[in-house]
């Protein structure tokens, strides 16, 4: 009688998950950029009818979303992708992950680390020892209405700077600007204090040896 019991609750349970859509694993076939929603091609696809794997718009699913704000990485036609059903509605899909493959393979990341990465080349990397990388294929821009920085900044190139620079600290220049000289000036000079060159005042109390009346040159700067 017991036994006759169980068997009948497997049964109607059987039955009821019969009714629901599980979760299948899937191929991105389209994605419209406007309300954030892809076509999935379910597989394994059905040989005899290829149409009936092809999904009607699923809304793809993000870690943060706001009104114009949050996280836009939309899929790829190609990508691999699980599927969801809410409620085990085949009506109510969404897409819920994608996943690397032997197509797509993964960036390299270790665990503990967060690389984003671009197909362009372009990426952001945490890495496990604290650093992190930031490169871009092409150009880089920022806006802020202030960037303040804290600690020694190198740079391995040009750099160039279309309004004022305020050295607070003093400035050192050295090296060769690619015309002989450490540094170029075009334009007016205005100095505050005294200015020496070779060890020699050039400011307005500098004085030269040899000085006579007549047409003679003057010496040396003494």
Not at 75 to 85: I, L, R, T
């Amino acid at each position: 009688m017991i036994q006759q019991l169980r068997n009948q609750m497997v049964l109607a349970a059987m039955m009821a998950q019969s009714n629901r859509a599980e979760n299948r694993m899937g191929i991105v076939t389209s994605y419209d950029a406007g309300t954030a929603s892809a076509r999935v091609r379910l597989q394994p696809e059905d040989p005899t009818d290829p149409a009936r794997s092809l999904t009607g718009w699923m809304p793809v699913a993000s870690a943060w979303v706001g009104n114009g704000w949050g996280i836009d990485a939309p899929v790829s036609p190609g990508d691999q992708v699980a599927v969801q059903f809410l409620g085990g509605d085949i009506e109510n899909g969404y897409i819920c992950a994608r996943l690397f493959s032997d197509q797509a393979r993964p960036t390299g990341a270790q665990s503990g680390e967060f690389f984003l990465s671009h197909a362009s080349g372009s990426k952001l990397q945490f890495h496990n020892d604290g650093t992190v990388t930031l490169i871009s294929a092409g150009t880089l821009t920022s806006q802020a209405p202030q960037w303040n920085h804290s600690g020694p900044m190198q740079i391995d190139g040009t750099l160039l700077v279309t309004q004022t620079i305020t050295g607070q600290a003093g400035m050192a220049v050295s090296g060769n600007n690619g015309s002989g000289n450490s540094m170029s000036i075009s334009g007016n000079t205005q100095f505050s204090g005294q200015v020496s060159a070779n060890g020699h005042r050039i400011d307005d109390t500098h004085r030269h040896t040899g000085v006579q009346s007549g047409s003679s040159n003057t010496g040396s700067v003494a």
